[in-house]
């Protein structure tokens, strides 16, 4: 897409082009006297912005037209020296009153050009068009000028579609709570939308303009009033385009250095700009430090976006390109994966139908892990930076950028996009008229065609089963059908609480281990009422290695009355082989339990070969057969739980018959379980 930049390669050859040879396209001696008048004037150096003043000559142009409208050349070195001061609607009536006046002026048509780019940069979509095809039809015309011309072209084809075509958009200024005098972009939030964290451009008593964090709480659907981050966050320097982990406690950041000043205390960088990370512990946020990694370099890093399980570091790298004779900093979008040590590795470039030879910027990665979005300036689309989605296919590639559409998308910049995990809500930065200042913050309501994965957040906290206090530990959450790790994070040090996303409608398994405890496990199915954003809460208690106290494994599975393990139990198996192999002195008892259903001696001989099944599997992984014990304990031994109202219960089979129907089956299905005790 193009700049107005762009408008000035051209522009540069537009005076002196036409009136090459002191060949002046009228008799009058008075117009071309006013006409020359101008362009001294311009030659006239503004003090204040140290450029030729363009204005000033403006009114000799207008009296040379008043003593010969015909003039041609007055109106072409107009439209040039309006287009330089913005004067943008002047330019684009000059123009076309030149073509008026003679169409074919000019042998390499660069008129039409000029016009048509003029055009195409505010939105006149259906006249560039018509004035670029006009263009390319010069067979002296530049040929690097036809070749955006076509580009051009397409994009006004587009552009001209999807005008008759708009997609729903009515947005909502999110308020006086987050915007200000100020501008304000790149929002982030958290996975709960409680807290919006965004950048505003604040400007010092001395003039000086720099950006700083703010955060703003949700209270009752609206945005409370901003507070800026924590000195030890926000400095003097630039920090904006933030990035929350999924649970809220670790946020990734551009720190920008001054030269007049450096980075920040305790900062240091390998470029113009770098990623930072902090860590909030209890409701404190620790001094950030520089991401550990391979993600900085001597280049420019900004405007990262982290995936839901914290896995995938999506981020804009910037670099200066040569092109035509000009140096372009330009952006391309990166990935980069965390490692196992925690360091971010050597980042990857994405593909060549995302990122393009003009600039990508503004990425962000939904919570479903999958839907991407960012600005571009490079594909089809309306103008100036347009937002687009792409979609991770399952062979690792992404699909081919799709435009969100008109009037999300305009001849103007679009950019800083946040979709929330619902996908049903956006906030986007514009200066569209009405807002409080500059750059406002947006929300309006996305799109039914471009919304990502539904997904909702699960809360919890890990606490010791017998003592309640709680506790730091490492949990994973499992995808059951695909057997592929959707997260895998900490619970906080101080509080034991953990938050992530998830897309709804999958099975789970969710593994909570920590040093000196019995693994946790438990699976689930997301499912949620249509329209409905309540969180999924589970609370994880964990049982010490010394309690006798029996431990389900929850993850385990056998299609109905049989004991072939089901390969979704694998991966919870395997866990716990890696139990056994950290603690090698534990004896345990494997044992089976069905339900009341079917006569007591097949259920016996069932859960014992269930406990039996799982034994095997145990040893053939590696796990001594000393250390195992198998036996079945049939329908005996029913299952306790608590209920919605904190009591606890035995599933028994006359607890269960006084169930309602439709809740009798999901409670046979918890007596249906594989437990292991320590015995030694």
Not at 107 to 133: Q, R
Not at 166 to 171: E, K, L, Q, R
Not at 442 to 462: A, D, L, Q
Request: glycine share 8%; net charge negative.
């Amino acid at each position: 897409m193009y700049k107005l930049s762009i408008l000035f390669l051209s522009l540069l050859f537009s005076c002196a082009s036409y009136t090459q040879g002191g060949s002046w396209g009228t008799k009058n001696k008075k117009a071309i006297k006013l006409v020359e008048q101008g362009m001294a004037a311009a030659n006239e150096i503004d003090f204040v912005t140290g450029l030729p003043n363009y204005g000033a000559a403006i009114p000799y142009f207008d009296k040379a037209i008043a003593k010969d409208e015909n003039f041609i050349d007055a109106y072409i070195i107009k439209a040039d020296y309006a287009t330089r001061i913005g004067k943008h609607d002047m330019a684009i009536t000059a123009y076309k009153k030149a073509i008026e006046i003679n169409p074919e002026a000019s042998s390499t048509g660069y008129i039409y050009f000029d016009l048509s780019l003029l055009e195409w940069n505010y939105g006149a979509y259906a006249d560039a068009l018509v004035h670029a095809k006009k263009f390319i039809t010069y067979k002296n015309a530049n040929p690097e000028s036809v070749k955006e011309a076509m580009w051009l072209i397409k994009n006004c084809e587009f552009a001209v579609e999807a005008i008759k075509n708009p997609v729903p958009f009515d947005p909502k200024n999110v308020g006086a709570g987050v915007n200000s005098e100020d501008p304000e972009y790149f929002p982030t939030l958290t996975v709960d939308e409680k807290q919006l964290l965004y950048t505003r451009r604040v400007t010092s008593s001395n003039g000086y303009q720099q950006e700083d964090f703010f955060v703003s709480t949700d209270k009752n659907g609206y945005w409370n009033t901003g507070e800026p981050m924590p000195p030890n966050i926000n400095t003097f320097n630039n920090e904006g385009a933030p990035t929350f982990a999924p649970d809220g406690r670790t946020l990734i950041f551009v720190g920008c250095i001054d030269p007049r000043y450096g980075y920040g205390e305790g900062r240091r960088g390998y470029g113009s700009c770098d990623l930072f990370v902090t860590e909030k512990v209890g409701e404190k946020w620790l001094d950030p430090i520089n991401l550990p990694g391979a993600v900085n370099s001597k280049h420019w890093e900004t405007q990262p976006s982290l995936s839901s399980d914290g896995k995938s570091l999506y981020f804009i790298r910037g670099n200066v390109r040569s092109s035509g004779g000009r140096n372009k900093r330009n952006g391309d979008i990166y990935v980069s994966k965390k490692q196992a040590d925690g360091f971010w590795g050597m980042p990857e470039k994405l593909p060549d139908n995302i990122n393009t030879p003009d600039s990508e910027s503004s990425v962000l990665i939904h919570p479903d892990g999958k839907t991407l979005y960012f600005a571009s300036n490079g594909h089809v689309g309306m103008g100036g930076y347009d937002l687009y989605m792409t979609t991770l296919q399952p062979d690792g590639s992404w699909s081919d950028p799709k435009n969100l559409g008109y009037p999300i998308n305009t001849s103007n910049n679009e950019n800083s996009l946040l979709v929330f995990a619902s996908g049903e809500i956006a906030i986007f930065g514009s200066d569209r008229e009405g807002g409080f200042g500059d750059l406002d913050l947006y929300s309006f309501e996305m799109p039914k065609s471009i919304r990502p994965t539904r997904t909702i957040y699960m809360t919890g906290t890990v606490f010791d089963d017998k003592t309640d206090k709680k506790l730091e530990a490492e949990f994973s959450l499992i995808d059951l059908e695909t057997d592929t790790e959707v997260i895998r994070s900490y619970s906080d040090r101080v509080n034991g609480a953990f938050l992530v996303t998830l897309p709804i409608n999958r099975d789970y398994a969710l593994i909570v281990n920590k040093d000196g405890y019995n693994p946790y496990s438990v699976h689930f199915n997301l499912r949620v009422p249509e329209n409905s954003n309540e969180p999924y809460h589970r609370d994880v208690p964990l049982v010490p290695i010394e309690s006798d106290a029996p431990v389900e494994l929850a993850n385990v599975f056998f299609d109905l009355g049989s004991h072939v393990l089901r390969k979704e139990s694998f991966v919870e198996l395997n866990k716990f082989v890696d139990f056994l192999n950290k603690y090698p002195k534990i004896n345990v008892e494997l044992q089976g339990h069905t339900d009341a259903q079917g006569d007591d001696e097949s259920n016996m001989t069932l859960s014992d070969n269930r406990a039996k099944s799982v034994r095997t599997y145990l040893i053939s992984k590696g796990i001594s057969a000393e250390r195992l014990t198998a036996k079945g304990y049939g329908e005996t031994q029913p299952n306790t739980i608590t209920t919605a109202e904190g009591k606890k219960v035995r599933l028994t089979e006359e607890y269960i018959n006084g169930l309602p129907e439709n809740e009798q089956k999901a409670a046979h299905q918890l007596n249906r379980r594989t437990m292991y005790k320590v015995i030694k």
